[in-house]
Structures are given as C-alpha cells and as structure tokens.
C-alpha cells in the first residue's frame, strides 16, 4: 500500500512540476552521432570559419573522412591545435559539410549552395557527398519551368565549368545534355561563347530542337500560310 501510494504522488507531482525542467542525461538515452552535430558535449575541437566556433569531435571527423584523419593523426599542426582555422569556406557551407559526416544526409537549400558543398567535398575527397550534391544540383534545375531557366541569375555555363573544374564528372556530362535539351534558352545568352569549341560542338549534335525539326516546322507552317491565302482567294 506504501508503494502504491508513493507511485500516486508521483504522478500527481508531475503536473505541479514545471514542464520546462531539463531532464537528467541518464534519463535521455543513448546519444547518436546525430545528436553530437554542432554540440559543445564531449568535443575535443573547435573549426574557426569566417569567425563563426564549429565544435567537433575529432573520432567522427577521423572515421568519415580520410583527410580529416590523416590531418589529425599526422605532424600537422592540427593534431596539436584544439583550435583550427578553416580557409577558403565560408562557414554555412563548412557547417552542411559537418552535417554530413555526422548525419549521413545532405540537404542544400539551393543550387549554389549544392555546388558550393560539392566543392568543399572535392577538397577533403568525400566522394559520396561529391556525388549527392551532384544530384542536388541536377534535380534543381530539372525541376525549373523554361521561363525559369530563361530569367534566372545562374549561368549554367559556369556552373559546367565549375564542375569541370572540381572532377565532378557526372555533373558535367549531364549539364551539356542539358544546355542541348534546353538549346534555344541557353543558346541566347552570352556566356554561351564560354564553351570550348569541342563542347559546342557535343551541344550542337545533341540539341532540341535540332535544325532538321526547326526547318520541318518552318516549312509546315509556311504551307499552312499558303492554303489559308488560297482558300481567302476563293471566297
């Protein structure tokens, strides 16, 4: 009966008790990589980018990137440093690389962030993340209407380049098929002339409409010009 009455004061104390008391870690459950991303507990190094403080845990870093292990475990300066600088980065784009080797996910928010990414990818040779941002890329601009495509502030010309550039060749190959598919919008804009003459040349073999179909439609619609004067003539 002492128990049972001790079990029922307990429950009645939770709704006195405030909702908003923190509870005890031993009460929380096993902790997941997921968890530790961008968390002071337990983080044995601090990444320094753009004057933003990453906080890291140098066993994940090691585990899921062969860069990161050889610059923590070598004669580096890094594996002496609790604090490291990162260059050449900007610290969202750092932030979503972490995000990955903690989480195994990859999310962009856009084209330009995806390629950034990828970039940042190619420069601790993640390869798997290289490819996801790759495909984020690819799905973003698939999914854009023509008129979209037509009027928008990225040049996929450029963004060829760039993945020419960081050995992303799945995304280069891709991206010339696309600029063929979509000739007529690309073809229009001035860093057009940026493809190399063997580019220009694969675009011109792949590209929709090709020239036979635009002669076929020009020479169509000019005989349908033709019977609508012929039966104006004869009214």
Not at 4 to 25: H, N, Y
Not at 157 to 170: E, F, G, S, T, V
């Amino acid at each position: 009966m002492a128990q049972l009455m001790d079990r029922i004061r307990s429950f009645v104390g939770r709704e006195k008790a405030p909702r908003d008391t923190p509870t005890p870690r031993s009460q929380q459950g096993p902790l997941t990589l997921g968890s530790l991303f961008n968390s002071p507990l337990y983080s044995d190094v601090i990444f320094m980018v753009q004057g933003s403080v990453l906080p890291a845990h140098r066993a994940v870093l090691v585990a899921r990137c062969d860069v990161m292990a050889a610059m923590f475990s070598g004669k580096y300066a890094e594996a002496r440093s609790r604090v490291v600088p990162i260059h050449g980065v900007s610290s969202d784009t750092f932030l979503a690389f972490l995000e990955y080797l903690y989480t195994d996910t990859c999310c962009p928010a856009s084209v330009l962030q995806a390629m950034a990414v990828l970039v940042c990818a190619e420069m601790y040779q993640v390869k798997r993340l290289q490819h996801l941002c790759e495909v984020c890329v690819c799905a973003y601009l698939q999914s854009m209407p023509s008129r979209e495509l037509a009027s928008m502030g990225i040049s996929v010309i450029r963004l060829l380049r760039r993945a020419k550039c960081h050995n992303a060749d799945q995304l280069y190959v891709w991206l010339l098929h696309f600029i063929a598919n979509n000739y007529l919008i690309f073809s229009h804009k001035p860093d057009f002339l940026e493809l190399s003459d063997e580019e220009r040349e694969q675009v011109e073999r792949l590209r929709w409409p090709s020239r036979g179909y635009l002669q076929e439609l020009s020479e169509y619609q000019q005989r349908r010009r033709q019977i609508r004067k012929s039966r104006c003539s004869i009214m």
